[in-house]
């Protein structure tokens, strides 16, 4: 899923493409990606773009006359620019933006059609998509402290729920940990003020860092290869990889569609984390420390 520093350069770049453009058309080719009937899609054309907002995971195209497009691309959905005159992306584009200047095409890969978009008019209406998350960039230290003690759930839960924290998924909860030398598993009210001063630092380097380095491949084009899975990560997705920091394999917890990768080493004191299914699987054959896999 797009997560605060990809959601956050596609509103950038949309911004700069078509700011001040008018929508000639809105086509929905997937009745069921549209989640709302008022206003209607042909109310929105002939609107000219005037700003675009991230809100969470979720872009918002705000168009002439309050009316508001709010995209949310959940696992699989994605955002194709084409130019007037270019190729149409492969595949069969769930929904098209046409503009005087290019077509901006939403995708979804996959049979699970979870992606969507709703049409409403008016802040308040606008309002309902915020989930109340803390935004992580620009948040207080004590702010952020607030927050991560209001509720008592593991650090990877609090991270990545909505309610709590703005934009942050599984990818770079993943990375946030590592780079803040903390378990997944530890649990948010069992921090001192040195771990969550440790922890907020890291939170806003590593989502800062990445902006900035997606920005840079990017340039004055747009965002093609938005992935969870990014060549320089630490350890999402590196599961077996060796530790960039000490070079242990990186390690893993599986549960329902995702997984928390991890370094034992650096994160957890040398103990292996249980994996549900695999714990349960080998039962006391299962190694508490990662000396007895190395």
């Given at each position: 899923m797009p997560e605060l520093p990809d959601v956050e350069l596609y509103r950038e770049r949309l911004l700069a493409l078509l700011a001040g453009c008018a929508l000639q058309a809105l086509d929905i080719a997937n009745p069921f990606l549209l989640r709302s009937v008022t206003p209607s899609p042909a109310e929105l054309e002939g609107r000219v773009l005037r700003e675009v907002r991230r809100i969470g995971k979720r872009l918002a195209l705000g168009f002439e006359g309050d009316r508001w497009a709010v995209l949310h691309l959940m696992i699989a959905g994605r955002l194709k620019?084409?130019?007037?005159?270019?190729?149409?992306?492969?595949?069969?584009?769930?929904?098209?933006?046409r503009f005087p200047n290019g077509t901006l095409h939403f995708t979804e890969a996959g049979s699970q059609r979870r992606a969507s978009v709703h049409l409403v008019q008016g802040e308040a209406s606008l309002a309902r998509f915020d989930r109340g998350g803390l935004e992580p960039l620009t948040a207080s230290t004590a702010a952020f402290a607030e927050r991560l003690?209001?509720?008592?759930?593991?650090?990877?839960?609090?991270?990545?729920?909505?309610?709590?924290?703005?934009?942050?998924?599984?990818?770079y909860s993943d990375e946030i940990l590592h780079r803040a030398r903390l378990s997944p598993l530890q649990l948010s009210t069992n921090l001192d003020d040195a771990e969550i001063e440790r922890l907020h630092e890291a939170v806003r380097a590593e989502l800062a860092e990445w902006l900035e380095r997606?920005?840079?491949?990017?340039?004055?084009?747009?965002?093609?290869?938005?992935?969870?899975?990014?060549?320089?990560?630490?350890?999402?997705?590196?599961?077996?990889?060796?530790?960039?920091?000490?070079?242990?394999?990186?390690?893993?917890?599986r549960y329902a569609e995702n997984e928390t990768n991890y370094c034992a080493r650096c994160q957890t004191g040398g103990r292996l984390l249980a994996d549900r299914a695999m714990s349960r699987l080998l039962k006391d054959d299962w190694p508490r420390s990662i000396d007895d896999v190395e």
């Open positions: 620019w084409r130019a007037t005159g270019r190729r149409a992306p492969a595949g069969r584009a769930q929904a098209r933006f003690r209001s509720e008592r759930h593991t650090l990877k839960r609090s991270l990545t729920d909505p309610t709590l924290f703005s934009g942050i998924g599984n990818a997606l920005r840079g491949e990017v340039g004055d084009g747009f965002p093609e290869e938005v992935t969870a899975f990014r060549p320089g990560m630490a350890v999402h997705g590196r599961y077996l990889e060796p530790c960039p920091a000490c070079g242990t394999p990186i390690q893993r917890i």
